[in-house]
């Protein structure tokens, strides 16, 4: 069965320290993997997204994804965090019928 | 600027009442979505729809109907047979079902039981 696991439910750093979000992944064929953060009451928005290339994805507001296929990984990364970071982030699968299979999201909480 | 609408922002259901949900885009995309989301289950698929007229259930449809009678509109109804309705429903958009592109995202209707 296709899906997408996020293993925490909740990520503490403190402000300028790198922060991961883990995302791991299971699909038959190749993978389209996609990361939005959503903050309160309001729609996700997209971050990036990996279809083919380069391992190392980068994208809006500092953020980069690294992909591994061997790990099945797909972790989201910020090399610096900032207290506005806060916020709950979903990673998501593209299946084999062409829709998007979420996580159940992990809340990052930056501390001053 | 292009983007999606979707009203009302928070909405109340009476017992035994259908509720709709208003969903509309001016991006020109195909492909429309409604989701659930409930707390740390992330988000459900509820009907998708690929074009005008043309509709398809999700994952968990029952107790909900859609239409797609325009581009720009898909409209969700919660009928009085979904018995726990209480959720953040959103609302989605692609250019086609199969495009690499992200999922463009409304800013989402709360409902509530009175």
């Known amino acids: 069965a296709q899906s997408v696991a996020q293993p925490e439910d909740q990520v503490n750093v403190a402000e300028g320290n790198p922060l991961t979000v883990k995302c791991t992944y299971s699909?038959?064929?190749?993978?389209?993997l996609f990361w939005y953060v959503q903050y309160p009451n309001r729609g996700l928005q997209f971050l990036l997204k990996?279809?083919?290339?380069?391992?190392l994805v980068k994208g809006s507001y500092g953020f980069e994804a690294e992909f591994n296929k061997s790990q099945t990984s797909f972790h989201l990364k910020k090399p610096s965090a900032l207290v506005s970071d806060s916020a709950l982030y979903f990673c998501?699968?593209?299946?084999?019928?062409?829709?998007?299979?979420f996580g159940t999201g992990t809340r990052l909480q930056v501390f001053p | 600027d292009g983007g999606i609408t979707q009203s009302p922002k928070y909405l109340f259901r009476k017992e035994g009442q259908n509720v709709t949900l208003s969903c509309e885009q001016n991006?020109?995309?195909?492909?429309m979505y409604w989701y659930r989301q409930d707390p740390g289950q992330g988000l459900r698929l509820i009907y998708y729809?690929?074009?005008?007229?043309?509709?398809q259930k999700g994952d968990i449809a029952e107790g909900y109907s859609v239409s797609r009678e325009k581009k720009e509109s898909f409209p969700l109804t919660v009928t009085s047979a979904q018995k726990n309705p209480t959720a953040f429903y959103l609302c989605?958009?692609?250019?086609?079902?199969?495009?690499?592109?992200?999922?463009?995202f409304g800013d989402g209707t709360r409902l509530s039981i009175l």
């Open positions: 989605a958009s692609t250019r086609t079902v199969n495009s690499n592109q992200p999922q463009h």
């Open positions: 699909v038959s064929g190749n993978p389209y």
């Open positions: 990996y279809i083919t290339g380069d391992n």
């Open positions: 998501a699968v593209r299946d084999d019928t062409d829709k998007l299979i």
């Open positions: 991006l020109n995309h195909d492909a």
């Open positions: 729809s690929q074009i005008v007229n043309d509709f």
